[in-house]
């Protein structure tokens, strides 16, 4: 039973950790960072910045 309590803790942490990037990826998106270089601070693929940046609401002109 250890074991499983163990693993789901690490489950955890490791669900946490990825929305703590998207989120930090986010705000680097949102102060007009590109996305090479939110890629290199946050570790993320193309994919995901690809899918954040439709998440965010477009700039006000």
Do not use: C, H, R, W
């Not at 946490?16 to 890629?39: C, H, P, Q, R, Y």
Request: zero cysteines; charged letters at 35%.
């Amino acid at each position: 039973m250890y074991e499983a309590k163990e693993e789901g803790l690490q489950e955890g942490m490791k669900k946490g950790m990825e929305k703590a990037k998207e989120t930090v990826a986010k705000n680097l998106l949102s102060k007009g960072m590109n996305d090479e270089f939110v890629i290199e601070t946050t570790g993320l693929d193309q994919t995901i910045i690809d899918k954040l940046k439709k998440s965010l609401p477009l700039p006000s002109q």
